[in-house]
């Protein structure tokens, strides 16, 4: 099992950065997948990002894609998520989670969850 403790979410207008971050605990981190997921209220968890183990590629939902970027630290155990030109839409609780397997944008794919942090992008 795979501790993972999120950190970094805010209050920020539209067009603001955030950097979110991951710490991983309990497992050899470079053999994890890890993944970004939002939820905003009343919707379905969803998909932003994704770091393939052993360095297979990143991948990202269209509709952050070029805003933002998800980067891995396997020294640290950690993974972030830099958001840049935020919008109101962007307005959810993101979370991080981690696989050992390959990438998946499913979110039922995924076994281990952080708690989540709160963006919140204002108009």
């Known amino acids: 099992q795979v501790q993972l403790v999120e950190s970094g979410g805010g209050s920020v207008q539209a067009g603001g950065s955030l950097r979110l971050s991951c710490a991983a605990s309990?497992?050899?981190?470079?053999?994890?997948?890890m993944a970004w997921f939002r939820q905003a209220p009343g919707k379905e968890r969803e998909f932003v990002a994704a770091s393939n183990r052993y360095g297979g590629g990143t991948y990202y939902a269209d509709s952050v894609k070029g805003r933002f970027t998800l980067s891995r630290d396997n020294a640290k155990n950690a993974v972030y998520l830099q958001m840049t030109t935020l919008k109101p839409e962007d307005t959810a609780v993101y979370y991080c989670?981690?696989?050992?397997?390959?990438?998946?944008?499913?979110?039922?794919?995924?076994?281990?969850w952080g708690q989540g942090t709160q963006v919140t992008v204002s108009s």
């Open positions: 309990g497992r050899i981190f470079s053999s994890l997948t």
């Open positions: 989670a981690a696989r050992a397997s390959a990438v998946s944008r499913t979110q039922y794919d995924y076994a281990d």
